[in-house]
């Protein structure tokens, strides 16, 4: 049983703009996507788990729990948080962090600061800054309670598929995560943005 608050990270989707597969088993230097998401999250978290649909022997190497989404059809990242709900809550655990397996450089503070940051709210969703749009959530990064599991077994079942539809009905605090060396919530889209990761990845081994 997690004394701490354990996490999920969604891998999920279809990876439809890669061409399919697993973005997260995508070298990122001397490691995957996965794998630097894994080495960031691991000392912020007391367990993880890995939401990820098909056969989850692909997955061996992590040596990590693999839980499948329950709503069939792809139904998108709320399927993996609740999947991650479902799990922490047969542990005991009364929140759940969650994770994209796309996101490489996420703050090493972030769950920290997720549960600070979420005061009397339900919900907390890291939130960053965009030259043109000013502040924008990140909504596979986020603290979740797991009471709210059926709520949103409910919600997905009956069709509702965007996270801040739900999120907005419930009390959501936005945690504002700002001033880093690289953006810290870049996700890994497209073979352009695969690339661009490995130019941000050796930057940041070039200051170490």
């Known amino acids: 049983m997690c004394d701490q608050i354990p996490a999920v990270i969604l891998a999920g989707g279809l990876s439809s703009r890669m061409g399919g597969g697993d973005k997260g088993l995508l070298p990122l230097g ?34 990590l729990p693999v839980v499948a989404d329950g709503i ?4 998108g990242p709320l399927a993996g948080v609740l999947a991650g709900m479902d ?7 009364t929140h759940i962090v969650s994770v994209a397996a796309d996101t490489p ?34 909504p596979t990064f986020g603290l979740w309670p797991v009471a709210l599991r059926d709520d949103l077994r409910a ?13 907005d009905r419930h009390g959501t605090a936005e945690v504002l995560f700002d001033g880093y060396e690289v953006e810290p919530f870049f996700n890994v889209n497209t073979p352009g943005d695969l690339a661009k990761a490995r130019n941000m990845a050796a930057s940041l081994e070039g200051t170490t």
């Open 30 to 63: 001397d490691t995957t996507l996965l794998g630097q998401v894994i080495d960031r999250l691991r000392p912020q978290v007391c367990e993880i788990v890995l939401n990820a649909n098909g056969d989850a022997s692909r997955f061996d190497s992590y040596a």
């Open 72 to 75: 069939a059809d792809y139904a």
């Open 87 to 93: 799990w922490a809550a047969a542990r005991g655990a």
């Open 105 to 138: 450089f996420f703050p090493t503070d972030l769950v920290a600061r997720l549960v600070q940051g979420r005061g009397d709210a339900a919900i907390a969703l890291a939130a960053s800054m965009d030259p043109k749009r000013g502040q924008v959530r990140q």
């Open 155 to 167: 919600a997905l079942q009956d069709g509702l598929r965007k996270v801040v539809i739900w999120t």
